[in-house]
């Protein structure tokens, strides 16, 4: 994996979120809940799927080869899909990802006020 991190207060969070996979899956779960299981036997690496069966990549932890296997696929393949992010990270990926790409944004403020405030 190869992560880009801002060397700010969303990348220190960002960094925080990958040394806790428990809250990963969480996230994970959270999200999944308004979106179809991904298809595994895709030739298209998918955390997720659209109702009409697009296929989603969480993008929100910015791993870049990942994200350049899922652009270079949807281009190869001739399909359109989506990246889910969060709001910060939206500017960066908007112009890598062309119209083939909708980008679905998660909401940082309420991605803390969910995960990262003690009970």
């Known amino acids: 994996h190869?992560?880009?991190l801002t060397n700010d207060?969303?990348?220190?969070?960002?960094?925080?979120?990958l040394c806790r996979p428990d809250v990963i899956g969480q996230l994970n779960a959270t999200l999944l809940q308004e979106l179809q299981l991904p298809c595994r036997n895709a030739f298209i690496e998918n955390d997720?799927?659209?109702?009409?069966?697009?296929?989603?990549?969480?993008?929100?932890?910015?791993?870049l080869p990942r994200l350049f296997?899922?652009?270079s696929?949807?281009?190869?393949?001739?399909?359109?899909?989506a990246i889910l992010c969060?709001?910060?990270?939206?500017?960066?990926?908007?112009?890598?990802?062309g119209d083939k790409v909708e980008l679905q944004i998660i909401d940082f403020a309420e991605f803390e006020r969910r995960f990262l405030t003690s009970p």
């Open 2 to 4: 190869f992560y880009f």
């Open 9 to 17: 207060y969303h990348g220190e969070t960002l960094l925080w979120l």
């Open 48 to 63: 997720a799927r659209t109702d009409a069966g697009a296929p989603i990549l969480f993008c929100y932890l910015p791993d």
């Open 69 to 71: 296997r899922f652009l």
């Open 73 to 81: 696929a949807l281009e190869l393949l001739q399909m359109k899909g």
């Open 86 to 97: 969060f709001d910060f990270q939206a500017g960066a990926l908007r112009p890598l990802c």
